[in-house]
């Protein structure tokens, strides 16, 4: 077989059998359990040595989709509670499949300006989505993590520009650690774009004024009044229980200090699109810069961020500006996006998130996010009426963080038994859901962002739960 020049037929017969596979796949998702039992011996069938000549299109495919569609983990079905995971919506779906027929280098005008194109326009509908001024600039990323990044590397240019440095060409050599504060609700992504920035990872003071990690405003205020130009991260949507940092308080002190306010509202911006839930991001519009994901709430497959600055001339500064003579000057109509963010060459990933809008509109992701809302409060009734689960944080989104609690069992042992019963949820695999320490307790935290998911689910996760919680209380 060898050369893909001699395969050229099979292109569209290729992608026929995956459009065909789509179908019974798509029809088994909602019933398949999380994972195959069998995915590891499947798993196996990927391995053996590089191809010399190699089998061929036709082959190839037809054996990546006998082990995919079961060796892979069904996350984006509706049982999938681990993590904040989201699942992808018909049109973003079908749209993630064009991007790939059409494949385009979409880091500058000149090699695509449709998506460019598409990248400006859907920044405009997100902006407008979640109540930010449409004066912001913005680029997508390919996650939180790099969207946190994006808004952290504008950030630092901001304070070494305080410091009369331009950070973009003499780096952080002679300055001093830049302070960063935040709520013991950051997350580890916000970290990670510190310690890539070579700001450090733990430059991160956390200021709390409770065990769950919520944030001491006056302890900030305090801070912010000696400690210079500062960096503040504020968190939209805490992992663990799903709660906010205060952010119109946090934007009062940035105003009145002088500071940079970043915030990481990977899921949590998406509460701006109901009314029901748009007091826990007011403030964001006074953020000097905001990461989301599309991949969680927006319902677009992987691998889908994006990131909004203020003053739109910090992404460039931050991140153009290499000199290179065979790379476009910077311009506002025809925009280079890879001059705007951490990458060079890049997806449209532009495209599944304008089918998606397209499709569904402000309308149909409001009606998701409320949706989601609701099945929380349904899980959290299933809860309340249960003798053997304990609700421990209020429930304000998608997330619900309780414990399986047998009367009779001590601290330590309720710790033990829901790690077990955790351990045991991943190996049964009719539904998923992690455990986290929550206040020092071991707790389940489920969060329910995929757009497939039922009441059915929902009830099917509580009384799982509490079958191998019941088992495993017996078997100590
Ligand atoms: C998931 C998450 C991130 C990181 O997002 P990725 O898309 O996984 O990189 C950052 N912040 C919060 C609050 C998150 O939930």
Redesign the pocket.
């Known amino acids: 077989m060898g050369d893909p020049l001699n395969a050229r037929e099979d292109a569209a017969e290729a992608l026929g059998m995956v459009a065909r596979a789509a179908g019974p796949y798509l029809d088994a998702l909602p019933h398949l359990p999380v994972r195959d039992a069998t995915h590891a011996h499947l798993l196996k069938d990927l391995d053996g040595p590089l191809p010399e000549a190699g089998d061929g299109t036709i082959a190839a495919i037809a054996d990546l989709l006998r082990i995919g569609t079961r060796a892979a983990t069904h996350s984006s079905g509706p049982r999938f509670f681990h993590?904040?995971v989201g699942g992808a919506t018909p049109a973003a779906q079908a749209a993630d499949w064009v991007t790939s027929l059409l494949d385009q280098a979409s880091g500058l005008w000149l090699t695509s300006p449709f998506a460019a194109q598409a990248e400006t326009v859907v920044l405009r509908w997100l902006k407008e989505m979640f109540g930010l001024p449409a004066s912001h600039g913005g680029v997508l990323t390919p996650?939180?993590?790099?969207a946190?990044l994006t808004g952290l590397a504008c950030a630092r240019f901001w304070w070494a520009g305080q410091h009369g440095v331009d950070v973009t060409v003499d780096g952080l050599v002679g300055l001093p650690r830049m302070p960063v504060f935040s709520s013991g609700y950051v997350?580890p992504?916000?970290r990670k774009a510190l310690q890539l920035l070579g700001l450090g990872r733990d430059s991160v003071r956390t200021l709390t004024r409770d065990d769950a990690g919520r944030l001491d405003v006056d302890a900030l205020d305090r801070e912010l009044a000696s400690s210079g130009p500062a960096v503040l991260i504020g968190?939209a949507?805490?992992?663990n229980g799903g709660d906010y940092d205060p952010l119109d308080e946090l934007a009062d002190l940035a105003e009145r200090h002088g500071a940079w306010l970043h915030v990481?509202g990977?899921?949590?911006l998406f509460a701006a699109l109901s009314p029901r839930t748009a007091d826990l991001v007011r403030g964001v519009d006074r953020a000097d810069s905001v990461?989301a994901?599309g991949?969680?709430w927006l319902n677009v497959p992987y691998e889908s961020?994006v990131a909004f600055v203020k003053d739109r001339s910090f992404l460039g500064r931050a991140f153009g500006g290499w000199n290179a003579p065979y790379l476009p000057e910077p311009d506002e109509e025809f925009v280079n996006y890879n001059n705007l963010g951490p990458e060079s060459s890049r997806r449209a990933r532009a495209i599944p998130i304008w089918a998606t809008l397209r499709a569904y509109g402000r309308e149909g992701h409001r009606a998701m996010v409320e949706r989601h809302q609701d099945l929380a409060l349904r899980l959290g009734r299933r809860i309340a009426e249960a003798p053997d689960l304990e609700l421990l944080a209020p429930i304000n989104l998608f997330i619900v963080c309780f414990r399986y609690r047998p009367p009779g069992l001590s601290e330590e042992a309720l710790d033990d038994l829901n790690r077990r019963i955790g351990e045991e949820l991943i190996e049964d695999g009719r539904v998923y859901a992690g455990t986290t320490v929550y206040r020092g307790m071991v707790a389940f935290r489920p969060a329910i962002v995929n757009w497939r998911t039922t009441d059915e689910d929902i009830d099917l996760l509580a009384s799982v739960i509490r079958e191998l919680g019941a088992r495993l209380d017996r078997t100590p």
């Open positions: 993590y904040v996650s939180a993590t790099f946190n997350h992504s916000s968190n949507g805490e992992v990481d990977a899921f949590g990461a994901d991949h969680k961020g």
